[in-house]
C-alpha cells in the first residue's frame, strides 16, 4: 500500500525522516525543514540560514543537519524550530547517521568522522569511494553510496561487500529495516532497490521520479521516500509493499 504526500512549496527535497508522527523532509533550494502529520497534512516549516542536505535523529524531539555548503551541523529542536547546537565542521558535511550514542558524519571528500554526541571528535578513516552524499548505519555496518555503488562497511570503513546493479543507476539515500534488508534510494533509474543484509538483491519499488531521501521507521514499520524535484514523497507500508 502505497500513500501520496504532496510536499507544498519545496523545490529541492533532499532528504526526509519519520518522527513520532510526523514526516520530516530538507529542501535545499528553499532553505527549509519541512514538517507533515503522518496522516499527509501540513503541519509547518522552518525557514534556515543555509541549504541543508540530510537529518538524524538525536533524540524524540531533536534532529541534527547537515550543511554542506555552510560547512557545519545543526541541533533543531523540532517542537520549536529552534537551533540548540551548532557544530563547525571543515569539508561538507553530507551524509549524517545517529547510532549507539555516535554521529557519523560524511565529509564528502572520502572520509567519515565520527563525533560524540556534544560534536567533539572521536575518530576519522577513509571510505571506499571518493564521494559519499548519503550514510545510515546499522547492526555495527556502514551503508553508503557514491555514483554508481553501494557499499557494506565495517565501523572503521574496512568493505564487508559491494553491490551494483543494472537496476540502481545513481544510488543516494540508504535506509535499513528491523530484518537487515536495506533499501536504496535509485535516482536515475526512478526506483526503489531491496538488498538483503548480504549483498543480494532481492526486489524494487518502481514509480518514483529521482528519489533522493529514504527513511525506514522501525516501530510501525513504514518506510518513506521523497522525489527531488516534483514535490511528492510516498509512504509504504512494508509488509504490503510489492
Known sequence: MRQLINVKNSADLTDCLILGNQLLFTDSISRKIIL???NGTFNREFILKEKPWCLTEIENDTVAVTYPFGHSIQFIRVSSGLV???IDF??????ISHYDG??????????LHVLDIDGNKIRAFPLPTSFVRYITIQNERIFCTDDETFYCCDLFGNVKWTFENDKMKLPRGITTDENGKIYVASYQSGNVIEVSHDGEFLSEIYGLEWP??????KTNDRLLVCNQ????????DVKNIV
Do not use: D
Not at 571543515?90 to 551524509?95: E, V
Not at 555516535?102 to 572520509?111: A, T
Not at 533522493?212 to 521507521?217: A, D, L, M, S, V
Not at 524535484?229 to 509504504?236: E, M, T, W
Open 90 to 95: 571543515g569539508k561538507g558535511p553530507w551524509g
Open 212 to 217: 533522493t531521501g529514504i527513511f525506514y521507521h
Open 229 to 236: 524535484f516534483n514535490s511528492k514523497a510516498f509512504l509504504y
Open 102 to 111: 555516535l554521529i557519523y558524519v560524511s565529509s564528502g571528500v572520502k572520509s
Open 84 to 86: 540548540v547546537k551548532i
Open 36 to 38: 507533515y502529520n503522518i
